[in-house]
């Protein structure tokens, strides 16, 4: 069974510019998480959306943005890109049971901001 | 306070050692607790669930403490690819589907 993928694996954009990264869930799941891991920090939770809703989002400006397709796809973009916007982007997906709900994540897009 | 804090290490240990881990979480609302494994520059791997009655999977241990808030994976039998840094995680019931990530404690195994 495929994993969780995502594009583009790396991505360079310029301060100011507009980054848009994509994600596509494990088959079968209906919630995409966007995480972000700036360089010697934690994993910070970024947004929620599950059957085409945002459900919850994370302490982060609203130039943080993203939505979910009918197919469960998902895309964060950023708007107005800040150098400390450089990061590990990672993507998780899940399903809803009602228990743990594990989250399996993707192999992330690293996006350095010059 | 961070809400999940873990000992950052490293912890060196040799080959066929046993080493533990802590982490403790702040918000007694938490419900959800898992380990994760990261590999240098890789995305987080599910390592084992946590259940209340603790569990074990091969040669890894978790166990959960509610009233004290803590949570500990235990690693027999160390092998050279045990080498990563162990990510403690808890979703509370009242943040949705939010996981919060401790900073990690890396570990490696030497020859």
């Known amino acids: 069974e495929a994993g969780v993928t995502q594009s583009p694996t790396h991505l360079i954009k310029t301060r100011g510019q507009q980054a848009t990264l994509r994600c596509s869930p494990i088959s079968g799941h209906t919630s995409v998480y966007w995480y972000q891991q700036a360089l010697g920090l934690g994993l910070q939770f970024l947004l929620w959306?599950?059957?085409?809703?945002?459900?919850n989002r994370g302490n982060f400006p609203p130039r943080f943005s993203g939505r979910q397709f009918p197919n469960y796809s998902s895309e964060l973009n950023v708007n107005a890109l800040e150098l400390e916007d450089s990061a590990l982007y990672l993507c998780?997906?899940?399903?809803?049971?009602?228990?743990?709900?594990?989250?399996?994540f993707g192999p992330g897009t690293r996006l350095t901001v010059l | 306070r961070k809400e999940v804090e873990q000992d950052p290490g490293p912890f060196n240990v040799p080959e066929g050692a046993t080493v533990a881990f802590n982490c403790t979480y702040s918000?007694?609302?938490?419900?959800?607790f898992f380990w994760y494994r990261q590999d240098c520059r890789k995305e987080p791997k599910l390592l084992m669930s946590?259940?209340?009655s603790g569990n074990e999977d091969g040669r890894f241990t978790a166990q959960l403490n509610r009233a004290s808030q803590y949570i500990s994976l235990l690693i027999r039998d160390s092998k050279l690819s045990d080498s990563a840094t162990y990510l403690c995680?808890?979703?509370?019931?009242?943040?949705?589907?939010?996981?919060?990530f401790g900073g990690g404690t890396r570990l490696m195994v030497k020859p």
């Open positions: 995680v808890v979703r509370a019931q009242n943040a949705g589907n939010m996981l919060t």
């Open positions: 918000n007694s609302a938490s419900q959800s």
């Open positions: 946590v259940y209340s």
């Open positions: 959306y599950d059957e085409g809703e945002e459900r």
């Open positions: 998780a997906s899940s399903l809803l049971t009602g228990g743990y709900n594990e989250q399996f």
